[in-house]
């Protein structure tokens, strides 16, 4: 008598007679979870708990420590420091009225704005369009001199452009046969925009290298061979391909200038009040003048501006996505 064949769907009980467990609850409508190592949830969290403590020390607590003290009159010293008082809504109010916090706005829109949407982008991407077809040797030395503004420590860049634009023996002035122009204080804002798309451009010019290699080089080929300018390969072919590698790199380019401190460490925000970006007015009146509390709210008016412009970068994404 022939034995009759198990079909691929039937359960395993009908061979072994045993139920499984797992598919016992998952026939009786019990999610199935997903462990692939058997940890469990109470060990996976245990593994994760150091991660999540550092993030709530150095991440949550400061967060909500900020919000709160925005609220105070809390003082770095003095009488409001050991017993403040909280005001509420007061210092927002003081912020929002108080043209020092709109000028570091607009002096912020503007180092954002020349130095990384302009300028990194645009050095970073010329860089990677530029190198591409360069023998690989050439093409490594410049990646690593571009690549050794950005690894080098803040403090020791920031000292380099001191001695290349002091008004004494510079060495900007010296290559220029015009000695003693004083460049950090005639042009404060030019040089930190030409300071920070220096320092800045080999993040840019790194990922618009992997976004070139995506273009097949095929149709770079075809647009060749039909004549196409150089400007119109960009426009056609190029652009295309890289358009959301473009916007995610302006978006890091865009947070990360927003909240750069590295112009102090050049100009300390002067001279008077003329390179004092969003991040050094923000220090100034915190450490220099010593009121944390009114800074506390300057800091939480920052955050907010930096999720506007995160979500109206995210926004166009997901129309690059979508169309």
């Known amino acids: 008598m022939p034995v009759p064949s198990r079909r691929d769907d039937a359960p395993a009980t009908a061979v072994t007679g045993h139920a499984d467990p797992g598919e016992a609850a998952f026939s009786a409508g019990a999610p199935r979870a997903v462990d692939s190592v058997g940890l469990g949830r109470a060990r996976a969290l245990l593994f ?4 999540l403590l550092l993030i709530g020390v ?53 180092f954002v704005l020349f130095s990384a949407v302009i300028g990194q982008n645009g050095l970073g991407f010329w860089l990677a369009w530029s190198t591409r077809r360069l023998h690989r040797r ?82 770079l080929e075809t647009a060749r061979l039909a004549g196409a300018t150089g ?51 923000l220090y100034n009146t915190a450490i220099r003048d010593g009121d944390l509390g009114y800074s506390g709210a300057i800091s939480l008016l920052i955050l907010v501006a930096n999720v506007v412009l995160a979500l109206a970068y995210l926004r166009m994404l997901r129309r690059r996505d979508s169309s």
Do not use: C, K
């Not at 978006?251 to 991040?279: K, S």
């Open 138 to 219: 050439v093409r490594r030395v410049v990646e690593s001199l571009v690549l050794l503004a950005w690894i080098l420590p803040s403090s020791v860049v920031a000292f380099l452009w001191i001695a290349m634009l002091d008004q004494r023996g510079g060495t900007l002035d010296a290559l220029l046969g015009n000695p003693g122009t004083a460049w950090l204080v005639e042009y404060p804002m030019v040089a930190i925009i030409v300071f920070n798309t220096w320092r800045g451009t080999a993040f840019s010019m790194m990922l618009y290298s992997a976004a070139l290699s995506s273009v097949p080089p095929s149709q």
């Open 48 to 51: 994760v708990a150091p991660a």
């Open 231 to 281: 400007g119109q390969t960009l426009r056609d072919v190029v652009f295309p391909h890289i358009r959301g590698h473009v916007l995610t790199n302006t978006l890091l380019i865009t947070l990360w200038t927003f909240n750069d401190f590295g112009p102090f460490l050049i100009t300390g925000g002067g001279p008077g009040d003329d390179t004092e970006i969003a991040a050094v007015y």
């Open 58 to 110: 150095f991440l949550l607590f400061p967060a909500l420590w900020t919000l709160y003290i925005g609220a105070t009159n809390f003082e770095r010293t003095g009488p409001n420091h050991v017993n403040p008082q909280v005001t509420w809504f007061d210092n927002y109010v003081d912020v929002l009225t108080d043209p020092s916090f709109y000028n570091s706005l607009w002096l912020t829109l503007l």
